[in-house]
């Protein structure tokens, strides 16, 4: 049996994954030309990214912004839900999809997770509703899409928008449908970290006039581009939109154009890259059926292809001698495969909930309610345990590589698990 690589073994692996992000020739190209020209050029390069990321995403509109925080508060904002209203959204999620709401002038209420999906639960949305519901946040986490079926059956007997948080799934779709196009306004990041990377920056998009019309102006202050885009659109009046006088209580959270430039020509590469990543993570997915104790996330049948922007993994530690989570982790790197723990909180336990020093009074929008208690008792099992005990993610590049790569994954995971006992002295 080899010895392994944190025993001071050989590694599975040597050779390093494909790089990401990867900025091509036309990118950097564009981007050259942009930075010469300044903004003497006649075209508006964010203008050109939002019409040819609608249009590649299934939508009618879209409006670029300064990053994924910004798209889901001007997508909030572009709802005109009431002060107060209750959004109800997953635990399992990045802090942005929660501050947000706050900042929207909205509650973020929790539904748990489907315990092998780790998406949000139509049950627990179910659970969660009330008088007060004004709409329903679906984060397609890792990429794969929800039970965007349910959830929109949901939304439509109580009368609520819902808007996706689509960060981590440029690609991947419900249905064959892209994610970000199936509820009233989808939200997305272009950080460099994420499947089109553009640098940083955000967008969203919508196939309703009116959203599309106010996320435009909560977007930006009064910034031609707003003129600019009802002249490219057809939405709205150019004439109205030069006479306008600060109709919006707008930010200035407009895309730079740098990074429109950098990410158009990514749009062109995503449909092969989100393939393969789709190919490759069903294809590791049935390589592990038959191991002990680390299972993929489940991906169902109307997840029709999966953006996969993390790969999750989860971890059963009795069926590795009880070596922790952390310690697998650890040794899973030093074979050569890059992984990490994902979340390990859920996001009712961010230290915000806990009011210690009244920030969350400060920003809380119903006025005498003590709003800690109801996060402190959020009931939120399967979350809890994902994050404490289970929850693996490989990252984006990982799926990137030759079907080769997801068997050694196989193998490095193997190999842990038959040389458990070597890792005592290594425990984390």
Not at 181 to 206: D, E, H, Q, R, Y
Not at 209 to 226: F, K, Q, T
Not at 300 to 323: I, K, W
Not at 378 to 390: Q, V
Request: aromatic share 8%; with cysteine.
């Amino acid at each position: 049996m080899a010895t392994l690589a944190l025993a001071g073994g050989n590694p599975v692996r040597t050779t390093p994954f494909p790089e990401w992000p990867v900025y091509n020739e036309a990118s950097i190209d564009a981007l050259t030309t942009r930075l010469r020209a300044g903004d003497r050029g006649e075209e508006d390069p964010v203008i050109a990214f939002e019409q040819t990321f609608a249009e590649a995403y299934g939508a009618r509109y879209g409006v670029g912004l300064n990053s994924g925080t910004s798209a889901l508060e001007v997508g909030l904002q572009a709802l005109r839900l009431d002060r107060g209203a209750e959004v109800i959204v997953s635990p399992i999620t990045f802090f942005a999809s929660v501050s947000a709401i706050l900042n929207a002038g909205c509650v973020p209420v929790f539904a748990d997770i489907d315990p092998e999906t780790y998406n949000i639960a139509p049950r627990a949305i179910e659970a969660a509703l009330s008088s007060r519901t004004g709409a329903i946040m679906s984060v397609h986490f890792g990429g794969v899409s929800c039970d965007m079926e349910a959830i929109l059956a949901i939304a439509s007997r109580r009368g609520v928008p819902v808007i996706e948080d689509a960060a981590h799934a440029h690609g991947g779709t419900w249905k064959h449908r892209t994610l970000g196009s199936i509820g009233a306004v989808g939200c997305f990041s272009f950080g460099s970290s994420k499947n089109l990377p553009a640098g940083g920056g955000g967008g969203l998009i919508t196939d309703d006039p009116v959203i599309y019309e106010r996320a435009s102006g909560y977007g930006e202050l009064n910034h031609p581009r707003r003129q600019r885009r009802r002249a490219a659109t057809g939405v709205g009046s150019v004439h109205t939109a030069a006479q306008e006088f600060f109709p919006y209580a707008s930010g200035n959270r407009r895309m730079h154009p740098v990074h429109a430039v950098l990410g158009l020509p990514q749009i062109a590469q995503l449909d092969a890259q989100t393939q393969r990543r789709d190919t490759n993570g069903r294809y590791l997915t049935g390589l592990l059926d038959d191991v002990a104790g680390v299972v993929a996330r489940r991906q169902d049948s109307f997840a029709t292809r999966a953006a996969n922007h993390v790969y999750v993994l989860r971890y059963d530690a009795q069926a590795f001698g009880g070596l922790t989570r952390a310690t697998f982790v650890e040794a899973l790197k030093a074979e050569g495969i890059p992984c990490q723990l994902g979340y390990l909180r859920p996001m009712h336990h961010a230290d915000l909930f806990a009011d210690k020093d009244g920030e969350l009074s400060r920003v809380w929008p119903r006025v005498g309610e003590k709003p800690a208690a109801q996060y402190s008792t959020a009931d939120c099992p399967h979350a809890e345990r994902a994050c404490a005990d289970e929850m693996i993610t490989l990252p984006t590049n990982v799926l990137l590589d030759s079907t080769e790569g997801m068997e050694q994954i196989l193998s490095a995971i193997e190999k842990i698990q038959a040389g458990q006992h070597e890792l005592a002295a290594h425990s984390v």
